[in-house]
């Protein structure tokens, strides 16, 4: 049996845009459909299943960063917000709600298509891990299943997005060592990242506010040189 397509849900109101990226992704192999506004796009998020959202924030309806917000509290489907608005600000918000990539109009086919393909490569399900690495890793309170990529805080399950879980295992498979910006960027979200350190600095924030509880930090962070999680 042949593999399904990746499918991709364009929120965007621009026919130009809409054509020039399903276009492109249709010669790559990837189904495409289409929503020109918020509340379609909440609607074909449950019934078309996409394996990666690239999301406008300037829609009718629904502003883009609550459309962002409500897209992740229902999937932990890839979503990159592909905007108009490049400032710093925009950039964070929408991390903070949880996009997983960022990217400013107007932009290169080649980037968009380089950055789909690496996050679709880090938020689709992981083998099993290397013969090396433990199955499960347990860190205070915590217990890591690599294989299953689920997460128990003292046997609760704390629900992770893909990006999170893939930024705590670099962390936790590398117990008590600093890890850099550049390193965790290059790591988690791939080549080409090494400079993006607000994203290190969003997730990092997100993670400690799902995995922190009290005073005792889990996550130790060593001024402009980088993080590292608690060691025995």
């Known amino acids: 049996m042949a593999e399904a397509a990746t499918r991709a849900l364009v929120v965007e109101d621009d026919p130009n845009i809409v054509d020039l990226i399903r276009s492109n992704l249709a010669v790559r192999g990837f189904d495409t459909v289409v929503s020109a506004d918020g509340l379609r796009a909440l609607r074909l998020l449950e019934t078309e299943s996409p394996d990666i959202v690239l999301l406008d924030l300037m829609l009718p309806e629904i502003d883009g960063f609550e ?27 929408a991390l903070n709600v949880g996009a997983d990539d960022y990217m400013t109009k107007p932009f290169s086919i080649e980037e968009l298509l380089a950055r ?14 290397a013969e090396s690495a433990p199955a499960v890793i347990s860190v205070a309170d915590l217990e890591i299943d690599l294989a299953r990529q689920q997460v128990t805080r003292a046997g609760v399950p704390v629900h992770l997005t893909p990006t999170e879980f893939a930024l705590l295992r670099e962390l936790a498979t590398n117990r008590g060592k600093l890890l850099s910006h550049a390193h ?18 969003v997730y990092i924030r997100r993670l400690r506010a799902k995995l922190e509880s009290g005073s005792t930090p889990l996550i130790v962070t060593q001024p402009r040189a980088g993080y590292r999680i608690l060691a025995d």
């Open 67 to 93: 459309l962002c917000r409500q897209i992740r509290e229902r999937s932990s489907v890839a979503i990159i917000v592909v905007s108009a608005r490049g400032g710093e600000r925009d950039k964070v918000s």
């Open 116 to 129: 789909i393909n690496a996050t679709l490569r880090r938020t689709r399900p992981a083998g099993l891990p």
């Open 184 to 201: 965790l960027l290059r790591r988690v979200w791939g080549h080409g990242y090494e400079t993006e350190t607000e994203y290190v600095r």
